[in-house]
């Protein structure tokens, strides 16, 4: 709508005609600097053309808040479920939320405060930083607390300062209930397939797939326990590796979800079938535990209100309040279906 038409702009059609949305129009109305080059000067020429002049007295429209969600690996499901739960939190918070994944750059050499991912974030107007299943340096953490950019992580790989706020679910009872299960169903020789060894929610998993066999009078021989990333082919590889020994196990708990359907398709590629020869236990409860044939007996993690959860955390830290503790963790459950199944003949292995 050209200026001289008669009707007064809106902020509203300016965004419409320069093709971007509402919040970014008034990031470029207000001098925000988290906006590309080539955006601005669009937005700021259909300005002109519009003639658009600001309301007077209070904005109908304010700046949006700004924080950064990072990634070490944005095509699991298990992301897209904590990325669903932070985006709505943040939409109805009214918060902006940038999404990315964890800059490969930082582990090229040492930081400088001119080139750290913590200085580039807060030159950006973020104001705060959540990191999900990524593993940080001290160098980094540091960096953000210099910056005056509060950070949270979800499920950690490791935590450099204990003071770190995080979010994650009781992996350990998660891990004892996963076992206990398959030892109810007359399962004795149970095999872990776990995740990346130093990953603190894979050892809390390990820990309580530990205890439920000792609690029940058995130990886990160290033949059946593997470590390996939280991929299918990880698992694949390791239910392949289990499933070669003189007697291997009747039942496997996998770390997640995507290790889970990689031993079950190991077993099928050795003519087993799940349950009636093996029975698998997962560990996310995501999009591929019911989509799995026969459908994955899993513990669920209550992914969306984890993310909704980190950010609720992040805007507390933010606004400068104290916390009652640097770890919070939600309940886990176990979802059974149809992937486990009693021993059939506790006499064969």
């Known amino acids: 709508m050209p200026a001289g038409s008669g009707k007064r702009a809106t902020l509203a059609m300016v965004a419409d005609a320069a093709g971007v949305s509402l919040p970014t129009a008034s990031k470029v109305l207000n001098g925000r600097g988290d906006v590309s080059d080539a955006t601005r000067a669009r937005v700021e020429e259909v300005l002109r053309d519009f003639g658009y002049v600001p309301q007077t007295g209070r904005r109908t429209v304010s700046p949006s808040r ?87 992580v979800i499920d950690p790989l490791n935590l450099p300062r204990v003071e770190v706020t995080s979010v994650g679910a009781t992996n350990w009872s998660g891990g004892l209930a996963a076992t206990e299960h398959l030892l109810s169903l007359g399962h004795r020789r149970i095999a872990f397939a776990g995740g990346p060894l130093p990953a603190s929610c894979s050892q809390a998993r390990l820990h309580g797939f530990r205890a439920a066999l000792e609690n029940a009078g058995y130990a886990a021989e160290p033949e059946l326990v593997l470590h390996g990333d939280f991929q299918y082919d990880a698992g694949l590889e390791m239910a392949t590796r289990l499933l070669s020994l003189d007697v291997p196990p009747t039942a496997i708990f996998a770390a997640n979800d995507a290790t889970a359907l990689g031993v079950m398709e190991a077993a099928r590629r050795r003519g087993l079938r799940v349950p009636q020869d093996i029975s698998v236990v997962g560990f996310d409860d995501t999009v591929l535990a019911e989509l799995a044939t026969p459908a994955l007996t899993t513990v669920r993690q209550p992914l969306q209100d984890m993310g909704r959860v980190a950010l609720r955390t992040l805007l507390r830290l933010i606004a400068g309040e104290t916390l009652d503790s640097h770890h919070v963790e939600l309940a886990t459950n176990l979802v059974v279906r149809g992937s486990t199944a009693p021993l059939a003949d506790q006499g064969a292995r």
């Open 66 to 152: 700004v924080v950064d969600l990072v990634f070490d690996d944005l095509r699991s499901p298990y992301a897209l479920e904590i990325l669903r739960g932070i985006t709505e939190a943040g939409s109805e918070i009214g918060v902006d939320v940038v999404v990315g994944r964890v800059p490969v750059a930082e582990e090229a050499g040492p930081l400088t405060p001119e080139n750290s991912w913590a200085q580039r974030l807060k030159s950006s107007g973020r104001e705060g930083l959540i990191v999900v299943t990524s593993e940080l340096s001290l160098a980094q953490v540091e960096g953000f607390a210099r910056a005056g950019l509060p950070l949270v």
